[in-house]
C-alpha cells in the first residue's frame, strides 16, 4: 500500500523534502496559485496551520501554474508572494504539475486515491485540498471553492484518530 510517507518532494529552496518526515500527523496538501480568485485562501490556509500544527497538522503548498498560467513566477518570486502578502510560514514546495504526463507522483497518487466528481481523477483548478491521516492515507478530496475554514471538523476528527 501506498502512503504519503512513501514521496518525496522538493521544497521552494530546492531542498529535497522526504514526506515521510511527516508520519504520524495529518496532512492537508494543496496545488496553489499567486494570482487566482482563490489566492486569498492563503490566509485561511495559515490561520489552520497557525491553529492546528501545534495538534500535528501540517498544510503544504504546492505552486501549480497549469490553470490559466496563474503562478507563472519562479520559486522565489511565489515564496517571497505568499510570505509578504499572507503571512505563509507553513512549507511551501516547488511548482508541480498536477495533471498531464508530467504530473507529480504525489499529485497522482493523492487523485487516484480520492477521485473527484463523477470519479474524474484529474484536478479541476487551483486550491483543491487534500486531507491526510495521520496513517499516510488520503481521507478525502475538497473542491477550490471550499473555503479552508470549513474544512476544520474534518481536520479535527483527523487529529483526534
Known amino acids: 500500500m501506498t502512503t504519503l ?12 523534502v522526504p514526506l515521510k518526515q511527516y508520519q504520524g500527523q495529518v496532512v492537508l496538501v494543496v496545488n496553489t496559485a499567486s494570482a487566482c480568485g482563490f489566492t486569498p485562501q492563503f490566509a485561511g490556509l ?38 509578504r502578502n499572507y503571512g505563509v510560514g507553513f512549507p511551501m514546495m516547488s511548482k508541480v504539475d498536477v495533471n498531464g504526463a ?10 487516484r486515491a480520492a477521485p473527484g466528481l463523477l470519479g474524474t481523477t484529474a484536478v479541476k483548478w487551483n486550491f483543491t485540498k487534500f486531507l491526510v491521516g ?7 478530496r475538497y473542491a477550490p471553492q471550499e473555503a479552508p475554514a470549513a474544512l476544520s471538523k ?8
Do not use: M
Not at 497538522?57 to 508572494?81: H, K, M, T, W
Not at 508530467?102 to 487523485?111: E, G
Not at 474534518?154 to 484518530?161: T, Y
Open 102 to 111: 508530467a504530473a507529480d507522483p504525489i499529485f497522482k497518487w493523492l487523485t
Open 134 to 140: 495521520k496513517d499516510g492515507r488520503v481521507l478525502r
Open 5 to 16: 510517507s512513501d514521496f518525496d518532494a522538493v521544497g521552494i529552496d530546492g531542498r529535497p
Open 154 to 161: 474534518d481536520i479535527e476528527a483527523a487529529l483526534a484518530a
Open 46 to 83: 495559515q490561520a489552520l496551520h497557525e491553529r492546528y500544527a501545534p495538534q500535528g497538522l501540517v498544510v503544504l503548498g504546492f505552486p501549480c501554474n497549469q490553470f490559466g498560467r496563474q503562478d507563472p513566477g519562479s520559486n522565489d518570486e511565489i515564496a517571497q508572494f505568499c510570505e
